[in-house]
T-cell receptor
């Protein structure tokens, strides 16, 4: 039973345009959400996070939106650059847990020049 | 470099052999996590330490797996009597207590022949 779902295995975007990566979750106890970027043969790199008390968090070109009623979050990258091409993972941790993260299966983003 | 480091980066072994991996977390981080990632999946939680105490273990962590963090600094993950199904990327992450963001190392790629 997947608690964190990334339903799009891949996404292709033109350089300079917006990339929107989506993530759905089922566990209402999740209260902290993170996005990681991963290149092949490397560990995940932290990008941005959001607490459940907020609905938006911005860091440079990256913005995460959280819709608690829909149990949905999204990562917006504007403008997209070829160096953004990687696999993006959505992760969540639950209130009362010891902080272990539950990950989605990832979305492979390709940004074409 | 003050990030999380893991050693070795790659390990090839024959079925039935024992292997041990090492993780050095970010120096001031008191929480250390182990995850496993297989092809097409997100990282899956295995176990975590707060200082030297192992506080949680996933049901994925069979009896053949053991982890230690003897002095609350580096950690080791040992797999005894390896099986082909143990082939995966083993990831280590660290964080501070009370801070949800985990920072990952580059991982150890295990191949069991």
């Amino acid at each position: 039973d997947q608690q964190v779902k990334q339903n799009s295995p891949s996404l292709s975007v033109q350089e300079g345009r917006i990339s929107i990566l989506n993530c759905d979750y089922t566990n209402s106890m999740f209260d902290y959400f993170l996005w990681y970027k991963k290149y092949p043969a490397e560990g995940p790199t932290f990008l941005i996070s959001i607490s459940s008390i907020k609905d938006k968090n911005e860091d440079g070109r990256f913005t995460v939106f959280l819709n608690k009623s829909a149990k949905h979050l999204s990562l917006h990258i504007v403008p997209s650059q070829p160096g953004d091409s990687a696999v993006y993972f959505c992760a969540a941790s639950a209130r009362g847990s010891q902080g272990n993260l539950i990950f989605g299966k990832g979305t492979k983003l390709s940004v074409k020049p | 470099d003050t990030g999380v480091s893991q050693d070795p980066r790659h390990k090839i072994t024959k079925r039935g052999q024992n292997v041990t991996f090492r993780c050095d977390p970010i120096s001031e981080h008191n929480r250390l996590y182990w995850y496993r990632q297989t092809l097409g999946q997100g990282p899956e939680f295995l176990t975590y330490f707060q200082n030297e105490a192992q506080l949680e273990k996933s049901r994925l962590l069979s009896d053949r797996f053991s982890a230690e963090r003897p002095k609350g600094s580096f950690s080791t993950l040992e797999i005894q009597r390896t099986e082909q199904g143990d082939s995966a990327m083993y990831l280590c992450a660290s964080s501070l207590v009370g801070v949800g963001t985990q920072y990952f190392g580059p991982g150890t790629r295990l191949t069991v022949l």
